[in-house]
């Protein structure tokens, strides 16, 4: 059997561990899949990894990672979508505090489909006499599950757009034909945007999916107008 962690302690050692037993990093610590529900920004909430030793330390030193995507046709839903990944802040690409935050990472694939990335880490060895390569590479794969757009939305180029002010849309079922629907000459209606159609005083709709505008047959409390149905 190996030394125990705890009963072994080092003096005077330059390692960033300090008095403690160390290795060099052997697995990264983080999710396996993650859901997607935001599109053109970075993923929210972030994406976390750590790298741990064989203590189960988190791993103290120079190491890098880079996120990339696996090209397997078994995994990769969206390659005829051109999916991509990018870090705008190149700083998370280095470890910080034993840990890499990626608050800056962006992924784009079509919504509902999946895509699965490789996060390599890459952290620098002791140069040792007589060694070729002192980079000890590790990597994890995660699946991402995109969302599906919703009703209020539409597919534009590939991403989940909500429908501006001026336009709505109260289709279940959204794909590339799906259409922003324009409000602005509709008899009864103040505005809309997204899922929501804002009615004047004296109309009024049945239900949240009905885009039928009903005029009241005459005033009263219950025809108020607004965002309210039924």
């Known amino acids: 059997n190996g030394p125990n962690i705890d009963d072994v302690i080092f003096t005077n050692n330059k390692a960033?561990?300090?008095?403690?037993?160390?290795?060099?990093?052997?697995?990264?610590?983080?999710?396996?899949?993650?859901?997607?529900?935001?599109?053109?920004?970075?993923?929210?909430?972030?994406?976390?990894?750590?790298?741990?030793?064989?203590?189960?330390?988190?791993?103290?030193?120079?190491?890098?990672?880079?996120?990339?995507?696996?090209?397997?046709?078994?995994?990769?839903?969206?390659m005829q979508e051109n999916p991509y990944v990018s870090i705008i802040n190149a700083a998370e690409l280095s470890i910080k505090n034993g840990y890499f935050n990626f608050t800056s990472l962006e992924i784009f694939c079509y919504p509902s489909k999946k895509l699965q990335l490789q996060f390599q880490a890459d952290s620098s060895l002791p140069e040792i006499a007589g060694t070729r390569n002192n980079v000890l590479s590790i990597s994890k794969a995660v699946q991402f599950q995109f969302r599906q757009c919703t009703k209020g939305e539409t597919i534009v180029v590939g991403t989940c757009v909500p429908c501006q002010n001026g336009t709505y849309s109260l289709s279940d079922t959204v794909d590339y034909s799906t259409k922003c629907i324009d409000c602005t000459q509709m008899e009864g209606v103040l505005s809309c945007h997204f899922k929501n159609i804002d009615v004047e005083v004296k109309y009024w709709r049945r239900h949240d999916d009905s885009q039928t505008i009903l005029s009241c047959f005459s005033y009263f409390d219950g025809c108020n107008g607004g965002y309210n149905t039924g």
């Open 16 to 78: 960033n561990y300090g008095i403690k037993i160390a290795t060099q990093a052997l697995k990264i610590i983080g999710p396996s899949s993650y859901v997607v529900t935001v599109y053109n920004k970075p993923l929210s909430p972030a994406v976390n990894f750590g790298v741990v030793d064989f203590y189960n330390q988190i791993v103290q030193g120079d190491v890098k990672m880079l996120p990339t995507i696996i090209d397997s046709t078994n995994e990769i839903q969206c």
